[in-house]
């Protein structure tokens, strides 16, 4: 089950929070995995130190967070910041997710599926956080990574689902996990915009954005090689590659079970507004719950899925005019485990 923590104070004391939160997990589990293993590959590396140094400039408070997780998981700082910065040094890290995206009159709405290592299952909550310095926000997570990189609303009503995407391109610049947590700092869609576009990029990620307010859906794309920003005009949907028209030039990896959850879902988009039907009568759920691709399905639960992840939460995000109402739920069959307005639980 997800759990609900809440978390607050100095960025050390939130990060020391949020690591003894994940302790059990790591080292059960998370320090005798291959994939650990495939990123303590890079300890002491120049990528890894040129990307600390980025972050102690241009973040310094995010690198304090960093640091208090390290101490709430008992782990040396350099592992835990090298495992954050797991999709931009190993194109292959274990995140996965399907966004729909569905741009309505009354505001957008952005259901997504969380999908990650199977063997967090149990070990994942609902955070909300109430930072000494910085907006508050609420955010799934994971064991031993710092917040943002899933699915998060902060107290501005900025709402963003994020999904993995597989540069074979890295180079030196802020880690994307730093990157997401540093957006939910930012009052609005521009600075989100332009935080992405100012600053040097390691890794990529996909984000859907929306404001309470604001009737724009954005998709986003971002790798060490450039930003790509698009209004959301349909009913689309997003799996873990790159597809903006400016973007396909990158050398990138696509699995199978990404290039047939994009498929899938595209198709299903298509039937159902076909005929000009109503956006706003799509059921996003009948999307994330779907698993008619039996090899690679988009709702995720089997012990030998093909990249090794699970769908571990689902996320109905409402943005609306004065507020963003959104649901988590373990399944998406299931009755919603927690109900939130804005960052805040209700």
């Known amino acids: 089950m997800l759990s609900l923590i809440e978390l607050s104070g100095s960025p050390f004391e939130m990060g020391r929070a949020l690591g003894r939160f994940g302790a059990q997990a790591a080292h059960s589990?998370?320090?005798?995995?291959?994939?650990?293993?495939?990123?303590?590959?890079?300890?002491?590396?120049?990528?890894?130190?040129?990307?600390?140094?980025?972050?102690?400039?241009?973040?310094?408070?995010?690198?304090?967070?960093?640091?208090?997780l390290a101490a709430g998981l008992e782990l040396p700082a350099q592992e835990v910041f090298l495992w954050n910065c797991r999709g931009d040094v190993?194109?292959?890290?274990?995140?996965?997710c399907t966004t729909v995206q569905l741009p309505l009159?009354?505001?957008?709405?952005?259901?997504?599926?969380?999908?990650?290592?199977?063997?967090?299952?149990?070990?994942?909550?609902i955070g909300q956080f109430a930072p000494d310095d910085g907006p508050r926000f609420a955010s799934?997570?994971?064991p031993a990574s710092i917040p943002g990189h899933t699915f998060a609303v902060n107290e501005h009503g900025l709402a963003m689902t994020v999904n993995n995407l597989r540069a074979r391109q890295a180079a030196a610049g802020v880690p994307r996990m730093v990157l997401a947590r540093a957006l939910l700092n930012q009052s609005g869609l521009p600075q989100a915009v332009e935080l992405l576009r100012s600053m040097p990029r390691a890794g990529g990620f996909h984000l859907s954005l929306a404001q309470r307010g604001h009737p724009e859906l954005l998709s986003v794309e971002f790798t060490a090689m450039g930003v790509s920003a698009q209004a959301v005009r349909a009913p689309a949907l997003h799996a873990n590659h790159a597809v903006h028209d400016?973007?396909?030039?990158?050398?990138?990896?696509?699995?199978?079970?990404s290039l047939h959850r994009q498929r899938r879902g595209n198709d299903?988009?298509?039937?159902?507004?076909?005929?000009?039907?109503?956006?706003?009568d799509i059921d996003p759920f009948s999307i994330l719950a779907d698993q008619g691709d039996?090899?690679?399905?988009?709702?995720?639960?089997?012990?030998?899925?093909?990249?090794?992840?699970?769908?571990?939460?689902?996320?109905?995000?409402?943005?609306?005019?004065?507020?963003?109402?959104?649901?988590?739920?373990?399944?998406?069959?299931?009755?919603?485990?927690?109900?939130?307005?804005?960052?805040?639980?209700?």
């Open 29 to 68: 589990h998370l320090l005798s995995s291959s994939s650990w293993n495939s990123v303590m590959a890079w300890r002491g590396s120049d990528a890894a130190s040129a990307m600390q140094m980025l972050v102690e400039r241009h973040f310094p408070l995010i690198h304090q967070e960093l640091l208090g």
């Open 90 to 96: 190993w194109s292959m890290a274990p995140d996965g």
């Open 105 to 125: 009159a009354a505001g957008p709405r952005i259901a997504h599926n969380e999908d990650g290592d199977p063997g967090f299952a149990g070990y994942c909550g």
């Open 140 to 142: 799934f997570v994971y």
């Open 246 to 257: 400016s973007m396909l030039g990158f050398p990138q990896v696509i699995t199978d079970s």
């Open 268 to 280: 299903l988009l298509r039937a159902r507004t076909a005929g000009g039907a109503d956006p706003a």
């Open 294 to 346: 039996k090899p690679y399905p988009i709702y995720r639960d089997a012990p030998d899925d093909s990249d090794a992840e699970n769908t571990m939460a689902t996320a109905d995000i409402h943005v609306g005019a004065r507020r963003v109402a959104w649901d988590v739920y373990e399944r998406p069959i299931q009755s919603a485990r927690y109900r939130l307005i804005d960052a805040r639980l209700v």
